[in-house]
């Protein structure tokens, strides 16, 4: 068996969504599926178990900050990142160049590759396409992403093109660098939102024939609509055979429109995120727990919701635990959102097996209204 | 049926240790019981089905913080704590009085009350036998404390015999001042390291023939081994037929030996804010996750002990979470810390039945050396 296994069971007869399943060393993932991000190798108060109960399928672990700590060199002798983590399932790690280029103090980027100085500590590092492709082989996810440069939201279209041509040959010596059979690569598309661009960079990986491809440089302040447009003009040109994700992305409204896109894989920090600082994402769109009219409210956070933070506490417990500044406040916005998050997926998925995705499309665009 | 009923169910040959088991409208305790600390109404990190499943029978809120946060109307309109918190088994809240002398800003002691500022936004605020009676009432836990006096360690034993005699003259107005039959009201036995003011204390407080009597003032500051021996001499004296509350005790040694001298209840923060502080309870003795030698080390917090923390987590993975800041790492040596005290009641208990409490009282004596 090769380190990944795609597999596409039904398509939508309306849009390109489709449904599929990924098969890799540490398990099968029902796609399209949404990736719990455990940055330092933990989704933030939420036990493996509870992932497990909520249904998450496969983690995101963040190369950056693993390599800052605990080192990729302590979590290969310590047996992988599954094994450090407790996490059974299937993971992935990102390359760690997004974070270089958003976290850290950046000190010079060449062709080489990115000197960077550690936000913990301040130390001087030093990631290419050849150190990433060395930690993400130590850290031991079943998918690993290509190193690239992302370039930012007001980049002109000679940069643009300049940084996407980078992220080619960057690839291929991160091809060359790979090590592990039992790990997948991915590719990056980048070319901002340069629709030709787009396409001549899919055309350029495609031909390296990797086992998956995602689209980076979404979701980097351009209005959700264009991001949508460009989706659905690129998303259709990427190999159909082989898993598509798309990074970073998004809120619920944006995962519909990307599935109906083709997309198959998504992470994002937005339900993690968001319950830490009070929101939350309903059957009636979203709200922040916070918010005083709370204080006296019975009921749940979601009357529509079956997770476990809805069906025992109420509203005004749950503001009282964000007012008096206590943990279980935070876990338990947590775990709802990715409940949300997790069933919208299966929702998804379930609609396309029968033949009713664009009426949930529907509904999820009622609720869920695109920011301009 | 009484608010609360207490059975003796055997006791210990050698010792005064004895188990037994209180009845209250919210469901039944086997004794000697451990109390979890749920200052605002939430174990700090633990949600209430991992407390049930750990073993937790009844959960300890703070009156001082309930009444500042949300405030005893607003629970009471929510339908009492148990309601509110989703704890559905019973609880106990202690009287404010501890808090009011430890945390607020004093303002004024008299006969009357204690006039204090609260420690979130400086409001003043009036906390006397009465206004603890009623907020007590409102909150609705099944046992609630006498508003006492508890004096300093370092008071004169005219001043201990002053905060003594008020204690039982609040006490009087706590009685008439109660006003549900189905909570329990227990009185507080004071009188500093004196034996024979605590022995005339508690023959005062029997006097009342109340559902059950807590040593206050215990664990303020006084030598362990000072506060064994005022135990086994003050404890007996206790009325048999009620259960015997040590507040706010203490240490797995400190526990021990208290049942050894017929103590039946016990709270403390020890294991949730150690937990917190990356200090766990072993079969091994104390260890704190966050020292340099626990960054490569393969095995559990505490290799006999069955908890969730232990056989899913490695001592490395836990460092990781507490050097990296995360919430996982919190509530995992939070629910360990738990496990360990609730486990070791168990034990307790049923060495008690076994009539091989002295044995395991050897056992946790050769464990856990009392500080000097």
């Known amino acids: 068996m090769r380190a990944l296994e795609f597999e ?8 390109a969504a489709r449904r599929g399943q990924i098969q890799t060393g540490h398990g099968s993932i029902e796609t399209p599926v949404f990736m719990p991000v455990g940055t330092v190798g933990s989704v933030k108060g939420i036990a493996p178990w509870t992932l497990k109960a909520l249904g998450a399928e496969i983690i995101l672990g963040n190369t950056y900050h693993l390599h800052l700590r605990p080192g990729e060199a302590r979590v290969e002798a310590l047996g992988g990142l599954q094994e ?12 760690g160049g997004f974070q270089v280029f958003s976290l850290a103090q950046l000190n010079q980027i060449s062709e080489e590759g990115v000197k960077f100085q550690s936000h913990v500590d301040g130390s001087h590092r030093f990631l290419s396409p050849e150190t990433s492709m060395d930690i993400q082989n130590r850290l031991g996810a079943d998918i690993v ?8 939201a007001t980049a002109t279209r000679e940069e643009v093109i300049a940084a996407t041509d980078r992220t080619t040959r960057w690839l291929d010596r991160c091809i060359s660098a790979f090590k592990r059979d039992d790990q997948a690569l991915f590719g990056i598309v980048q070319g901002g939102l340069h629709e030709d661009l787009r396409l001549a960079h899919v055309e350029a990986l495609a031909a ?8 980076g440089g979404f979701s980097v302040g351009e209005a959700p609509s264009v991001m949508v447009d460009l989706l659905q003009r690129v998303t259709p040109a990427l190999p159909a055979d082989k898993p598509r994700y798309l990074m970073g992305v998004g809120t619920p409204r944006d995962l519909v429109e990307a599935v109906a896109a083709g997309i198959d894989m ?37 009357p529509a919701c079956p997770c476990r933070t809805c069906t025992t506490y109420s509203r005004a417990y749950l503001r009282h635990l964000f007012i008096t500044k206590e943990l279980l406040g935070l876990s338990a916005l947590t775990e709802h959102n990715l409940f949300y998050y997790l069933d919208l997926m299966r929702r998804i998925r379930e609609a ?8 949930l499309l529907d509904e999820v665009r009622s609720l869920w209204p695109l920011k301009a």
Chains 1, 2 share one sequence.
């Open 84 to 95: 450090f983590t407790a996490w059974q399932g299937p993971m992935l790690t990102d390359s």
């Open 266 to 302: 998504f992470d994002c920090v937005l339900p993690t995120r968001n319950g830490r600082m009070g929101t939350v994402f309903t059957s009636e769109g979203r709200l922040n727990i916070k918010n005083a009219r709370f204080a006296d409210d019975r009921g749940p956070l979601d």
């Open 8 to 15: 596409q069971k039904s398509v939508c007869a309306t849009t």
């Open 208 to 215: 390296r024939d990797l086992p998956g491809y995602a689209l």
């Open 145 to 152: 992403m290509a190193f690239d440069q992302c370039p930012p």
């Open 352 to 359: 396309i097996t029968a033949e009713r995705f664009p009426q």
